[in-house]
Structures are given as C-alpha cells and as structure tokens.
DNA sequence: ATCACTCAGATCGTGTAGGAAATTTCCTGT
DNA sequence: ACAGGAAATTTCCTACACGATCTGAGTGAT
C-alpha cells in the first residue's frame, strides 16, 4: 500500500529532523520527492492531519506541528504523571506471565549500550518508547494506551532536545519499575513511575518554577 | 472546502445510525451519494480512519468501527474514571470568571427539556457532551481535553443504547458538578464528578458483575 | 442429488494525469 | 518606497486506467 509506505516516511521525516517543526509541507513536492502522484500524499497527510503531527491551513497546505511550548510541555507530563503511573499499578496487578515475560526481554534487549552516539541515542529513544507503551498495554487498558500513544510525547520531547534526559539513570529507573511489576506490588509501581516521570520531567523543565512545595500531583 | 464538508457528513451518517456499526463504506457509493468525485471521500475516511471512527481493511474498503463490547465499555469508563472526576477539580480550582460563566450559560441553556422525543434525546446528548469537554476545558489542560474527545465516549455509548440514561438525573448531577465548580471546591467537584460517571456506569452495565465491593476506583 | 471447486464477470479500492480556483510572489509604474 | 497587477506556483477536485477482491454460475466429483 502506498499511502501506507508515505505516511510512515514522512513520519520519519519528522521524526529525523528533515521536517523542521512549523515547515511547510508541500504536498506536490513531497510527491516528486517520494516518486509517486499527489493523491497518496494527500491521504497521508489527512491521516497525520488527525493525529496532529501536522496541521492544515486551508487552501495554504500543511505545515508540520509547531514546537511544543513550556507550558505545553508542562501539561504533557502533567498527563503523563495522571495515566502512567495509575498504569503502572494496573500492570503490577493484572499482568500476566506472557506480558511479565514480554517486559523482561525488553529490558534484558536495553542491557547497557549507553555509547554517546547519535544512533544510540535513538535505539534508547526506541526503547524508551516501547517500554512505556508496554506497561500501558500490561495494565490492560486499551483506553489508556492509545491515550497514551495519541500524545506523541517521545516525538515531542525528542524533537525539543535529543540530547537530555536519556541515560543510564533512564535505564535504572525502568529497571525498578520492572522490578515493582514482577513483584506485583502495585504501589512501588506506581511511586517508581512517578518518581521516573518527575525526574525526567524536571530534568527537561530545568529550571523549574518553584511554586508551592512538592511536586505535581502531590 | 468539499473534504472538510464530507468529513461532517459521514461524521453525521455514523452519529445518526445511517451507517450502522460495522457497516461498510463505499468509497464510490459515497462519492455518487454526495454528488462528489472519490479523492475528497478518501480523504475524509482517511481522516476517520486516525479518529478511529472508521477501520481500514486494505485492499477490501473501510467499515465504521463495530460496537463497543461489554469490556471495552468497562474500560471506556475506567479511563473516563481516571481523567474526568481529575479535570472536574482543576476546573474548580482554576476555571476563571468567563469559564465560570460559560459552564452557567451551558446550564441555562438545558434548563429542562426532557421531552420522550428523539429529537429531545439529541438535544440533550448534545448537551452531555458540550458540558463533559468544557469541564476539560475548564481544567486548563488541552492534553486530557484531546484525550476525552479522542474517546469519542458519547458516540460510543449513544450508539449501544440510545433511549437509556440521560435524563432528569443526568441534568442534577450536571448541576451538582456545577455548584461545585462555580463554590471552587475541587474536593467536591470531583466527587460529584465520579458519582456522575459511577451511576451513568452503573446504569448502563446493569446487571453489573458483583466482584469484590465498592466503586471502580476504590 | 448435493456439495465443492473453478472460472468468468462485475464491483470496488488504488494510483495517475490533467484542469480549475486560489494564493503567493515578483515585477512594474507611480 | 509603496501600491497595483500579472505570472507562477500550489492546492484541490475531477475523470480515467489498472489491479485486486467478491459474487455467481457452471462443472465435476462424491
């Protein structure tokens, strides 16, 4: 399918940098580009319209999402820290052996690659990704992980700055929660999400407003 | 422009039970029925398709997403559980004077219909829907508004049962979250909030399965 | 006689090419 | 330097061709 094989390279192309957020997208352009006609370029980017990767002006074209402001960014984790940890908790109590199994071998693939190199960073961004899906998908809520999912939030904050905030500690901190789903023990769950969240959180919000004492969700 | 309006109606066809669930589109059928050419209709199913309104089948056409199961409606309920009873009190603490006054005129506006009409059914859901999404709004955060509209909950729920739970009570309770909102006691709106979801729940999984006690959340 | 398989016609999704309308850009004249 | 207008680019829609899938009849086997 065409328009499936488009929509997946101008998505990485968003993804790599090549679209700038706010560019315009030229739809007759993108078709020479790719070496097909305008039509599945158009459907492509309906599809990527509703996910809000892009937006349209009518008569004017598409143009790539703008960058997330630092108060959009900040209702982003403010999101995150309301679902995922909750998530987290739902996976400690109802995952099964196969998911439990599932979420070891993720993190058995991520053992310790931690080079400083571009395509590193991505394969952590990667995996980074897929572990937080997966905990979505062990907590057993289909509503929860496409919510999850529909916030884009790994192209956001890759796109802020793909250089902060994934490290050996991003490794550590996955590790306890894993840790805390194994042992079906729905509280740790949910503080280690939290606490993963606000690190990361405050890590890309520095410097962080100090308004009121203690963090987000209290 | 013709997209935009052939997104509304089939938006429209599927709202008003024209497209029954699971039934398939054609792409040409639609295009001859609007009096339009097929590139705009592809466009707009395309967009459907993201919004998950429409499932795609590659090859054999689009069909309107079937109906919710028992379980997915469980799980819709629980995500509406985990977000909407949160946003009902950051409303209360930061909706300001115009926000305030939106969620009165919205109320004024359904003083009290309750007719046994389809027609006044609508009005009413259409009601249910505008005061759901505003108290999102109110809350300040664009990222659980789009979550809650992404559910597109109303349209689910009006297509399993159009006849059932909304009504006199419904508008109380409405009420009750508004009080609540209008005193800004956050406490109480989200109370209000989750009692209004628990016995619209409750209402519409009757007979409901007894494990263990006590409310979803606990 | 009934059922299963095969093959042809029809139907529909998918992609291409071309033309109309609108916007943007550039040039010219004041 | 600024306003007005025309050319060029681009979006948007239509019309058409290709290919795959589904439907039905017909044939053969059990």
Chains 1, 2 share one sequence.
Do not use: N
């Not at 979420?103 to 937080?132: G, I, V, W």
Request: proline fraction near 5%; aromatic fraction near 6%; charge should be negative.
């Amino acid at each position: 399918m065409l328009a499936d094989d488009v929509h997946e390279a101008i998505k990485a192309l968003i993804m790599d940098h090549v679209l700038e957020p706010g560019a315009r997208v030229s739809i007759d352009g993108l078709a020479r580009q790719l070496g097909v006609s305008p039509t599945p370029v158009r459907e492509a980017l309906a599809r990527l319209e509703s996910a809000e990767l892009v937006v349209k002006e009518p008569l004017r074209g598409y143009r790539t999402s703008p960058l997330l402001s630092r108060e959009q960014l900040d209702d982003l984790y403010q999101f995150r820290l309301l679902i995922e940890p909750w998530a987290a908790a739902r996976a400690a109590e109802h995952a099964d052996a196969e998911g439990r199994e599932r979420l070891e071998a993720e993190m058995r693939s991520c053992a310790t690659p931690a080079s400083d190199t571009y395509d590193s960073y991505k394969a952590l961004a990667a995996h980074d990704t897929r572990f937080h899906v997966l905990v979505a998908e062990l907590a057993g809520s289909a509503q929860v992980r496409r919510a999850f999912e529909r916030t884009h939030c790994h192209l956001h904050v890759f796109r802020l700055h793909y250089d902060r905030g994934l490290g050996e500690r991003t490794l550590a901190e996955h590790r306890r929660i894993t840790r805390a789903v194994l042992d079906r023990d729905p509280v740790a769950a949910e503080a280690a999400m939290r606490g993963h969240l606000e690190a990361a959180c405050y890590e890309r919000l520095r410097p962080v407003s100090e308004e009121a004492g203690g963090p987000t969700q209290g």
